[in-house]
Protein backbone atom coordinates (compact mmCIF):
# COMPACT_ATOMS: atom_id res chain seq x y z
CA UNK A 1 0.00 0.00 0.00
CA UNK A 2 1.53 3.66 -1.21
CA UNK A 3 0.40 6.38 0.02
CA UNK A 4 1.40 10.32 -1.50
CA UNK A 5 2.95 13.38 1.10
CA UNK A 6 -0.22 16.08 0.40
CA UNK A 7 1.49 18.89 -1.25
CA UNK A 8 1.00 22.83 -1.39
CA UNK A 9 4.36 23.62 -2.20
CA UNK A 10 5.98 24.07 -5.88
CA UNK A 11 6.76 20.60 -6.79
CA UNK A 12 5.42 19.67 -10.45
CA UNK A 13 4.31 16.65 -11.58
CA UNK A 14 4.48 17.29 -15.90
CA UNK A 15 1.56 15.31 -18.10
CA UNK A 16 2.54 11.97 -19.13
CA UNK A 17 0.43 11.92 -22.15
CA UNK A 18 -0.43 9.34 -24.44
CA UNK A 19 2.07 7.03 -22.50
CA UNK A 20 0.75 7.91 -19.09
CA UNK A 21 -2.99 7.43 -20.46
CA UNK A 22 -2.30 3.95 -21.99
CA UNK A 23 -2.66 0.78 -19.53
CA UNK A 24 -1.39 1.46 -16.18
CA UNK A 25 1.40 -0.69 -14.36
CA UNK A 26 0.68 -3.85 -12.48
CA UNK A 27 -1.18 -2.34 -9.02
CA UNK A 28 0.93 -2.99 -6.39
CA UNK A 29 -2.17 -4.59 -4.34
CA UNK A 30 -2.02 -5.12 -0.36
CA UNK A 31 -0.78 -9.01 -0.78
CA UNK A 32 -2.28 -9.56 2.76
CA UNK A 33 -5.95 -9.15 1.75
CA UNK A 34 -8.21 -10.50 -0.16
CA UNK A 35 -10.42 -9.62 -2.75
CA UNK A 36 -13.85 -8.60 -0.85
CA UNK A 37 -17.02 -9.29 -1.75
CA UNK A 38 -19.54 -6.95 -2.96
CA UNK A 39 -21.54 -7.45 0.47
CA UNK A 40 -18.22 -7.13 2.69
CA UNK A 41 -17.75 -3.91 0.80
CA UNK A 42 -21.66 -2.80 1.16
CA UNK A 43 -21.93 -4.11 4.99
CA UNK A 44 -18.96 -1.25 6.69
CA UNK A 45 -21.36 1.74 5.34
CA UNK A 46 -24.79 0.13 6.91
CA UNK A 47 -22.83 -0.60 9.84
CA UNK A 48 -21.47 3.02 10.49
CA UNK A 49 -25.46 4.49 9.71
CA UNK A 50 -26.56 2.34 12.28
CA UNK A 51 -24.69 3.06 15.17
CA UNK A 52 -24.73 6.87 14.31
CA UNK A 53 -28.43 6.35 14.36
CA UNK A 54 -28.24 4.82 17.77
CA UNK A 55 -25.76 7.45 19.59
CA UNK A 56 -22.90 4.72 19.79
CA UNK A 57 -19.77 7.25 19.26
CA UNK A 58 -17.33 4.71 20.23
CA UNK A 59 -18.64 2.16 17.80
CA UNK A 60 -19.01 5.12 14.46
CA UNK A 61 -15.00 6.56 15.85
CA UNK A 62 -14.31 2.80 15.73
CA UNK A 63 -14.82 2.98 12.16
CA UNK A 64 -12.93 5.94 10.98
CA UNK A 65 -9.43 5.80 9.45
CA UNK A 66 -6.63 7.41 10.86
CA UNK A 67 -6.49 9.76 7.97
CA UNK A 68 -10.25 10.47 8.02
CA UNK A 69 -11.82 13.84 6.53
CA UNK A 70 -15.04 15.23 7.11
CA UNK A 71 -16.26 18.06 4.28
CA UNK A 72 -19.78 19.74 5.23
CA UNK A 73 -22.18 21.34 2.80
CA UNK A 74 -20.47 25.02 3.15
CA UNK A 75 -16.91 23.43 2.20
CA UNK A 76 -15.20 23.00 5.83
CA UNK A 77 -13.06 20.37 6.10
CA UNK A 78 -12.23 18.39 9.48
CA UNK A 79 -9.55 16.03 10.24
CA UNK A 80 -10.28 12.70 12.37
CA UNK A 81 -10.27 14.12 15.97
CA UNK A 82 -12.20 17.51 14.57
CA UNK A 83 -15.04 14.75 12.78
CA UNK A 84 -14.74 12.79 16.45
CA UNK A 85 -16.06 16.11 17.99
CA UNK A 86 -18.32 17.22 16.01
CA UNK A 87 -19.81 13.60 15.50
CA UNK A 88 -23.25 14.88 16.28
CA UNK A 89 -23.09 17.33 13.09
CA UNK A 90 -21.58 14.53 11.36
CA UNK A 91 -24.26 12.42 12.30
CA UNK A 92 -26.97 14.82 11.31
CA UNK A 93 -25.45 15.74 7.76
CA UNK A 94 -26.66 11.91 7.02
CA UNK A 95 -29.87 11.06 8.70
CA UNK A 96 -32.70 10.94 6.70
CA UNK A 97 -31.00 10.13 3.57
CA UNK A 98 -32.34 8.64 0.30
CA UNK A 99 -31.32 7.19 -3.03
CA UNK A 100 -28.29 5.32 -1.04
CA UNK A 101 -26.14 3.59 -3.93
CA UNK A 102 -23.04 1.89 -3.26
CA UNK A 103 -20.60 1.45 -6.24
CA UNK A 104 -17.39 -1.14 -4.99
CA UNK A 105 -13.74 -0.84 -6.51
CA UNK A 106 -12.43 -3.71 -5.12
CA UNK A 107 -10.03 -2.05 -2.07
CA UNK A 108 -12.41 1.02 -2.14
CA UNK A 109 -16.33 1.57 -1.98
CA UNK A 110 -17.74 5.10 -2.58
CA UNK A 111 -21.47 4.97 -1.41
CA UNK A 112 -23.79 8.27 -2.76
CA UNK A 113 -26.95 9.60 -1.46
CA UNK A 114 -29.42 12.50 -1.57
CA UNK A 115 -31.03 14.56 1.63
CA UNK A 116 -33.25 17.64 1.12
CA UNK A 117 -31.28 20.07 -0.76
CA UNK A 118 -27.52 18.16 -0.36
CA UNK A 119 -25.72 15.35 -1.65
CA UNK A 120 -23.20 12.81 -0.10
CA UNK A 121 -20.07 10.80 -1.18
CA UNK A 122 -18.90 8.47 1.81
CA UNK A 123 -15.70 6.58 0.81
CA UNK A 124 -14.44 3.45 2.35
CA UNK A 125 -11.10 1.94 2.00
CA UNK A 126 -9.85 -1.72 2.96
CA UNK A 127 -7.32 -1.37 5.57
CA UNK A 128 -4.93 -4.46 7.07
CA UNK A 129 -7.24 -4.21 10.36
CA UNK A 130 -10.48 -4.10 7.93
CA UNK A 131 -12.82 -1.30 6.10
CA UNK A 132 -12.22 2.11 7.22
CA UNK A 133 -14.08 5.01 6.51
CA UNK A 134 -11.48 7.53 5.03
CA UNK A 135 -13.79 10.52 3.71
CA UNK A 136 -17.63 11.91 3.78
CA UNK A 137 -18.48 15.08 1.51
CA UNK A 138 -21.33 16.61 1.36
CA UNK A 139 -22.65 19.23 -1.40
CA UNK A 140 -25.42 21.45 -0.53
CA UNK A 141 -27.54 21.87 -3.92
CA UNK A 142 -28.22 25.44 -5.74
CA UNK A 143 -28.86 26.63 -9.31
CA UNK A 144 -26.15 28.33 -11.52
CA UNK A 145 -23.84 27.11 -14.44
CA UNK A 146 -22.47 23.76 -14.48
CA UNK A 147 -18.70 24.81 -14.54
CA UNK A 148 -17.92 21.24 -16.63
CA UNK A 149 -16.02 22.23 -19.97
CA UNK A 150 -18.17 25.80 -20.26
CA UNK A 151 -18.11 27.66 -23.35
CA UNK A 152 -16.05 30.50 -22.76
CA UNK A 153 -16.51 33.72 -24.65
CA UNK A 154 -13.43 33.74 -26.46
CA UNK A 155 -10.55 31.23 -27.50
CA UNK A 156 -7.37 32.67 -25.59
CA UNK A 157 -6.84 31.44 -22.41
CA UNK A 158 -4.75 28.78 -21.57
CA UNK A 159 -4.28 25.71 -19.17
CA UNK A 160 -0.68 25.34 -18.22
CA UNK A 161 -2.15 23.79 -14.57
CA UNK A 162 -4.18 21.58 -14.29
CA UNK A 163 -3.62 19.88 -18.00
CA UNK A 164 0.78 20.66 -18.41
CA UNK A 165 1.93 20.65 -14.90
CA UNK A 166 0.06 20.45 -10.82
CA UNK A 167 1.89 21.25 -7.76
CA UNK A 168 1.81 17.45 -6.90
CA UNK A 169 4.59 14.85 -6.24
CA UNK A 170 3.60 11.46 -6.71
CA UNK A 171 5.12 8.59 -4.60
CA UNK A 172 4.11 5.43 -6.25
CA UNK A 173 4.21 4.62 -10.16
CA UNK A 174 -0.18 3.96 -9.66
CA UNK A 175 -0.09 7.72 -8.34
CA UNK A 176 2.05 8.76 -11.50
CA UNK A 177 -0.55 6.93 -13.60
CA UNK A 178 -3.53 8.46 -12.10
CA UNK A 179 -2.02 12.08 -12.42
CA UNK A 180 -0.86 11.59 -16.18
CA UNK A 181 -4.81 10.34 -17.06
CA UNK A 182 -6.04 13.20 -14.88
CA UNK A 183 -4.19 15.65 -16.90
CA UNK A 184 -5.17 14.31 -19.96
CA UNK A 185 -8.38 14.36 -19.23
CA UNK A 186 -8.56 17.91 -18.04
CA UNK A 187 -6.41 18.10 -22.11
CA UNK A 188 -9.36 16.17 -23.41
CA UNK A 189 -11.80 18.51 -21.81
CA UNK A 190 -10.25 21.73 -23.06
CA UNK A 191 -9.53 20.68 -26.59
CA UNK A 192 -12.79 18.76 -27.05
CA UNK A 193 -11.78 15.28 -27.56
CA UNK A 194 -14.90 12.71 -26.72
CA UNK A 195 -13.13 9.73 -28.29
CA UNK A 196 -9.64 10.01 -26.01
CA UNK A 197 -11.85 11.09 -23.30
CA UNK A 198 -14.38 8.29 -22.56
CA UNK A 199 -11.72 5.27 -21.86
CA UNK A 200 -10.52 7.05 -18.84
CA UNK A 201 -13.80 7.74 -17.01
CA UNK A 202 -16.13 4.60 -16.01
CA UNK A 203 -19.46 4.40 -16.94
CA UNK A 204 -21.39 4.95 -14.28
CA UNK A 205 -19.85 7.98 -12.76
CA UNK A 206 -21.57 10.63 -11.82
CA UNK A 207 -19.95 14.42 -11.33
CA UNK A 208 -21.48 15.54 -7.99
CA UNK A 209 -21.56 19.95 -7.73
CA UNK A 210 -23.80 21.85 -6.16
CA UNK A 211 -25.49 22.76 -9.82
CA UNK A 212 -25.39 19.43 -11.76
CA UNK A 213 -25.62 16.12 -11.03
CA UNK A 214 -24.17 14.91 -14.82
CA UNK A 215 -23.57 11.84 -16.12
CA UNK A 216 -20.52 10.13 -18.41
CA UNK A 217 -23.09 9.94 -20.95
CA UNK A 218 -23.92 14.03 -20.06
CA UNK A 219 -20.46 14.77 -20.11
CA UNK A 220 -19.42 12.79 -23.72
CA UNK A 221 -22.53 14.98 -25.43
CA UNK A 222 -21.36 18.55 -24.19
CA UNK A 223 -18.15 17.22 -25.25
CA UNK A 224 -18.94 15.94 -28.74
CA UNK A 225 -21.06 18.96 -29.40
CA UNK A 226 -18.14 21.50 -28.41
CA UNK A 227 -16.28 19.57 -31.12
CA UNK A 228 -18.43 19.80 -33.43
CA UNK A 229 -19.89 23.14 -33.34
CA UNK A 230 -15.66 24.31 -32.29
CA UNK A 231 -17.07 26.17 -29.72
CA UNK A 232 -14.40 27.39 -26.84
CA UNK A 233 -14.02 25.54 -23.94
CA UNK A 234 -12.21 26.88 -20.09
CA UNK A 235 -9.40 25.51 -19.42
CA UNK A 236 -9.51 23.53 -16.47
CA UNK A 237 -9.50 24.78 -12.72
CA UNK A 238 -5.87 25.32 -11.48
CA UNK A 239 -5.07 22.82 -8.51
CA UNK A 240 -3.94 24.16 -5.40
CA UNK A 241 -3.19 20.98 -3.71
CA UNK A 242 -3.91 17.08 -4.36
CA UNK A 243 -3.26 13.91 -2.69
CA UNK A 244 -3.76 9.96 -4.35
CA UNK A 245 -3.86 7.33 -1.62
CA UNK A 246 -3.06 4.21 -3.80
CA UNK A 247 -4.73 1.25 -2.69
CA UNK A 248 -3.49 -0.76 -5.15
CA UNK A 249 -6.30 -1.75 -7.52
CA UNK A 250 -8.24 1.62 -6.46
CA UNK A 251 -7.26 4.72 -4.95
CA UNK A 252 -8.50 8.05 -3.89
CA UNK A 253 -7.42 11.51 -5.07
CA UNK A 254 -8.48 14.55 -2.94
CA UNK A 255 -7.74 18.44 -4.32
CA UNK A 256 -8.43 21.92 -3.56
CA UNK A 257 -8.60 23.86 -7.03
CA UNK A 258 -9.52 27.42 -7.49
CA UNK A 259 -11.59 28.30 -10.59
CA UNK A 260 -10.26 29.42 -13.37
CA UNK A 261 -12.62 32.40 -13.44
CA UNK A 262 -11.96 33.36 -10.73
CA UNK A 263 -14.57 33.21 -7.49
CA UNK A 264 -14.53 30.92 -4.14
CA UNK A 265 -11.67 27.31 -4.64
CA UNK A 266 -13.62 24.34 -4.20
CA UNK A 267 -12.28 20.91 -2.60
CA UNK A 268 -13.31 17.75 -4.56
CA UNK A 269 -13.07 14.07 -3.94
CA UNK A 270 -12.42 11.73 -6.60
CA UNK A 271 -12.25 7.82 -6.81
CA UNK A 272 -10.25 5.59 -9.40
CA UNK A 273 -9.95 2.08 -10.55
CA UNK A 274 -7.98 -0.03 -12.25
CA UNK A 275 -10.47 -1.74 -14.95
CA UNK A 276 -10.03 -3.36 -18.24
CA UNK A 277 -5.90 -2.90 -17.91
CA UNK A 278 -6.32 0.87 -17.13
CA UNK A 279 -7.02 3.57 -14.66
CA UNK A 280 -10.52 4.84 -15.02
CA UNK A 281 -12.22 7.56 -12.78
CA UNK A 282 -14.75 6.30 -10.95
CA UNK A 283 -16.63 8.57 -9.09
CA UNK A 284 -16.36 11.99 -7.92
CA UNK A 285 -17.81 14.84 -5.95
CA UNK A 286 -16.66 18.83 -5.42
CA UNK A 287 -18.03 21.39 -2.40
CA UNK A 288 -17.11 25.01 -2.74
CA UNK A 289 -15.56 26.49 0.76
CA UNK A 290 -17.56 29.06 1.21
CA UNK A 291 -15.07 30.35 4.09
CA UNK A 292 -11.92 30.49 1.74
CA UNK A 293 -11.37 34.35 0.03
CA UNK A 294 -12.48 34.79 -3.51
CA UNK A 295 -9.94 33.31 -6.07
CA UNK A 296 -8.28 35.57 -8.51
CA UNK A 297 -9.40 34.79 -12.56
CA UNK A 298 -6.59 33.04 -14.08
CA UNK A 299 -6.73 35.55 -16.88
Same mark, same amino acid.
Given at each position: ? #????????? $?????????? *?????????????????????????????? /???????????? $? @??? +??????????? @??????? +? &?????? &???????????? =??? #???????????????? /????????????????? %??????????????????? *???? *???????????? %??????????????????? =???????? @?????????? %????? %????????? &?? +????????????????????????????? #???????????????????????? @???????????????????
Amino acid at each position: M #HMSTFLTGT $LLVGTIGAAG *CGPGPTPDAPTALASPTEDEQEAPDREWIA /VLEADDTTAATA $L @LDT +EFEWTNTVGKT @LNRGESI +E &AMAALA &ADVRGETDVLSY =PYG #HVTAVTSARPGARTMR /VWVLRAEGWRLFAVIGT %ALTTGTTPFAAAGGATAGD *CDNP *CRSMPYAPTSEN %AKTIAGIFQQLKMDEWHPN =PENWAPYV @LDVVYYGTAT %AQLSK %ADRVARLAK &AK +ETGAPSVPGDPVVSMRIVDLGDSAVMTAR #HNPYRGGKPYYSVRVWALKDGRWQ @LANTQQTVIADAPEATAAR
